[in-house]
Every structure is written in structure tokens, then in C-alpha cells.
């Protein structure tokens, strides 16, 4: 169900361009759509690095945000350093009303424990952004005061009409810098009779190229801020305030990343085109910029950026519905365009942090959930396994896990529920538990689990019962038939002599092994009349035992011993299989004795039995009428 499939584009050779805001974005995509199979080899920083996710409460998080959030922690973690949460709340339209508690849960579910942030507090709060903007407005009337910004008066008609004018000419729809020519004092005086404005950036003419340690060396002498087309000129000139006062993005997050003092920010190429931008108003500042790494965008088997409409990716919903555990989807989350040395993909949290690298891929992340699948499965092992050896992280997963679990097994609707002795043998959940313990390595969904393992919790009723499969081995012969029959009574009998305080998975498995060499002894005797008698039939069981043991380096009578007592008691496990679990497959065969417990086995052994030698005879008869030769 729930393989990973990252298919990185080509990467060009050359530089990337980064245009103007409206050419910007379809050249980063391009370099990204088109680059190479490559991962990038950036080292890591030999100082501890100072990291952030700053999100905005407009929604669930979802996979592609706790994959960036993944990435500055694992940072922060590798290199000593620390990993903040800043949330970037500004535009309180778009604020959803529980989002930020839900944020703050799906990242503490997934382990991803902020040093400083809300809730926590730190030395550079406040960090939520709403809370600052008297820090935002003091920093911009700096970037007035040096005439890197300059107040924009211009309304709302009148930028609409210049920007379907620019269209027009097949422009970008930038500013005219109409305002940028008043005068300082005319500019403070409008401002202070209370006259709405922005505070627009005064871009660059050229861009200078920067580094990014994924993608390289970005920009160049075409990265302009300015467009001339027609007699008319472009500026890119961002707003930096807007007239409420509150900051943009583009204001906010380099004023933050700067008094926070972070020193490596890993965002999403969707980022890469602001990226002159804020290097900009670094050098207006007067400030030294972080280093950036830009990672691939997760987009679906269409190449498309992930969606509601595509895939359900919220943390929420991937938790809650499909039931994955942390460990598993902060794995998988990992291997989304990043690559590391180890010899398996299956790692957990520690184990990442220990094996991070700066190696992203460069280019998109395709996804698809079989790896996710594949990685539950290796993470409820690894849980059962933790909590069993006192790990207290453990615990809350495979508390998950049961809940889960035991919500189907006592929903009637949904499934039958306990039934003959097994819910009485042990408390329900402690019952569940000890199926867990031996077969998580096959947990995926909880659904999934107690269909497999349906026959722990109702009887094998006759209508249900497999008995009607003969051992895998063609009954042919009364020799065959004989054994079947032999292998029944032993079954029989073996465990009827076994005891409550006896029955454990240990004793249990020694008692089958037992039972195989008994009977292979007694029968071994008979080979020599069945021999006489006449050539037995191919295909039959002793023809196949008689075959394997010819091919045994020592031969003779030893030889015929051993592979029988082999052949007997794989034939003994299925038979097994056939009583307890209706053919299934399931925890091992002595764990699953144990958890059933004696009284339900010794029943299903007993009513296995007798319709096995029911179908035995009727096919004995069958045989008997059809060849007359047996």
C-alpha cells in the first residue's frame, strides 16, 4: 500500500538566471524541472548553525512543511546548534482558529521539540510576528531614513490601471516609482496628516549573483530589478509595509532571521526567486545574510505540486486516518530528496540526526507511499521492540498502535469481535499487546493487522474452515493417506498431554519437533515392505522423501531419517497452520499456541482433525475408484 520514488530533473550546467519577479519564477522552475540526477555535496557548517521553521496558522501542516521543518532540526541537531519556531501570523485573514495548537501538536508528535519559540519562550522573542511589528516599523523607517525605501501614496485604481498597462505592452506588472521622487520632508508631512501608503524597497538596477548551497552559484549581470520596454520602465520595488503598518513577508523574515541570529536557512524552491530580494535588503541593512539551501518541491506522478486535490498530505490526516506512526513518516519525510551513506533507509530519529548530511537532490521530489508502507512496517517492529526494552518514547507509538487496534476489535460493526475462550485467557488489550509483539513486523494499517490476524479473535466455523486443502504434497497413496492420518493423532495426542504450565512457546515448539522425529522413526521402519510391494507413484510423499535423500552427501538410512524428519515437520507446521489459524500466516507457530492458549488449540486440533480424516477417506475412496492399480 503506503515506494518512495524520487525522480530529480536534469540541472543545467550553467548558472541559474534569476529574472524579475515575473520571469523569476519560470526560470527557477526550469533549472529545477530540468536539472541533472545530481545530489549536492555541501559539508556540513563547522560551527553549531542556528535554524528556524517559521510557518503561518492558515491550515494543517502538512508533508511538505514537516519535511522543512525536518531539515533545519536535523541542522541544528547534527552540528550542536538550535532549531527555532517562529510563527509568521501577520495576516490575520488567513489565520486559521485552532491551526497554530494543531502545528504545535503534529510537530511535538513528530518529535520535532523547538529550543525557542512559542510556548517556550527564548532570548530573542517575541516569536510570533504579530507581536513584533513595532520592531518591523522601526527597522523600516531605518531603511527610509539611508533611502533604500520610500513611502508609495499611489491608490488602489491607480495601480490597477498601470499594472493592465504594463500588461498591455507585455510588461511585468511592477511600479513607476512615482512616489519615489517626492521629497523627504513632503513625504514625512503626507505620512503624518494620516494619508494611507506603503513602504516600498527601492530595488537594485542588477541583482549581484549569490550561493546556494544546494544549486550553486545563482544570478548574474542579467538578474535586473529594472525593465525598460516601449519607453516605459519597470521597477520591481517591493512593499516591503503595507498600509496597515504590518510587515510583508519579505520585511518580517529578514529582519527576524537577522535579530534571531540564525545562520542556515533550508527552505523550498518555490523560495529561490525572493531570494535577491532579501539579500537586498540585507546589504541595505547593513547585515550579513544566513547561508540558504534550497530543496526540491514534492510533486505528484504528474509532476504537479502536491495538493489536497492530489494526495492527502496533511500530518493530521496521514496520523489520524491512516494511522502511520511518527517514527515511520519522519522517516519517510527524510528521504524526500536527501541522500545519506548508510546501508538502510529505515532509520529513526537519533539515527538521522547522527547520519545527516547537507546532500540534497537537486530537482523535484516525485511522491508515492509504497516506501511509506514499507517503513511502518520496519518502524512498529522497531517500537514493540523499544517499549519492550524501556525506552519511554516507545511507549506513546505502541499506545497508538493498540488504540487503534482494539477501537476495530470492539467495534462490532466493523468486525465480529473476541469470541469462544481467547478474551478471557488475558485482559483484552494485554491480549492484543502479545499479538503485536510477535507479528508487528506486518503491521501497516490497523485494519490491515486484524484482517491477517482475524482467527486470534473468532472461531474457525465450518463454513469458514480451509480443512478441505490436502498437505502440499499430492495425495496419492494409502501410504500418504496413512501419514495424514498418523499426523493428526500425534497432534492430537502430543498436546492433549501438555499442561497450562507447559504451555509455552518454547516447550511448545520442542513438543512439534518431538512429535516430527517420532513419527519419522516409526515410519522409516516401513519403507523397505513399501519398497517390495511395488515402485511408489511420482509425486507421492514418500517418492519426494526417497528423491531428496538421494541427494544427501552422506546417504543411506541417516539420510532418509534426516530429510524425513525435515519434510514431516514442514508438513506438521502447515497442518498446524490449518488448525489454529484456518491456513493464515501469523506470529510464529509456538508464540501463536501461547497466545490462543491451551484450550482454544487443543479445540481447534481436535475439530481440525476430525474433518481432516473426514476429507482424507472420502479422498482415499475417490482414488480407490479411479485407479485400480492402488
Known sequence: MLTLCTRPARCVSRPLTIWRTDNVRRIASAAVLHAKSSTSKSKLPSTPARTRFAPSPTGQLHLGSLRTALFNYLLARRTGGQFLLRLEDTDAKRTVPGAEQSLYADLRWAGLQWDEGPEIGGPYGPYRQSERTPIYRQHAAELLKTDHAYRCFCSADRLDALARQRRELGMPTDYDRTCAHLTESESTERAA????????????????????????????ADTKGVTMKHGEIAYEDPILLKSDGTPTYHLANVIDDHLMEITHVVRATEWLPSTPKHLALYRAFGWEAPAYMHVGLLVDSEGRKLSKRTMSTSVHDIRDESHILAPALVNFAALLGWSHGRRSDVMQLDQLVDAFQAKFTRGNVTVSLEKLGFLQKAHAALTVQDAEGGKPEAHKDLREMLDALLLLVKDTTAYPGPSEKTAFSKPLREYVQSILAHDARNYETPQGFITRNSWFFRPITEAEADYQNPPPVEIATQDDIDFAGDLSTVVDAEFASMGREEWKHDKLEAAMKDATQRLASERTQQDETIMSKREPPM???????????????????????????????????????????????????GWTMEILGREVCLERIRQCGEKYRDHLHRDMRSVDGKDSNL
Not at 540 to 568: C, F, N, W
Open 193 to 220: 496628516n494620516g494619508e494611507a501608503h506603503v513602504v516600498r524597497l527601492r530595488a537594485p538596477d542588477t541583482y549581484p549573483p549569490f550561493t546556494d548551497l544546494v544549486y550553486g552559484r545563482i544570478g548574474g
Open 539 to 589: 509425486g507421492t510423499l514418500h517418492e519426494m522423501i526417497i528423491k531428496l535423500s538421494s541427494q544427501e552427501p552422506d546417504g543411506g538410512d541417516a539420510a532418509l531419517l534426516k530429510i524425513r524428519q525435515k519434510v514431516y515437520y514442514r508438513l506438521l507446521c502447515k497442518y498446524m497452520r490449518l488448525a489454529l489459524l484456518n491456513g493464515n500466516d501469523g506470529p510464529g507457530l
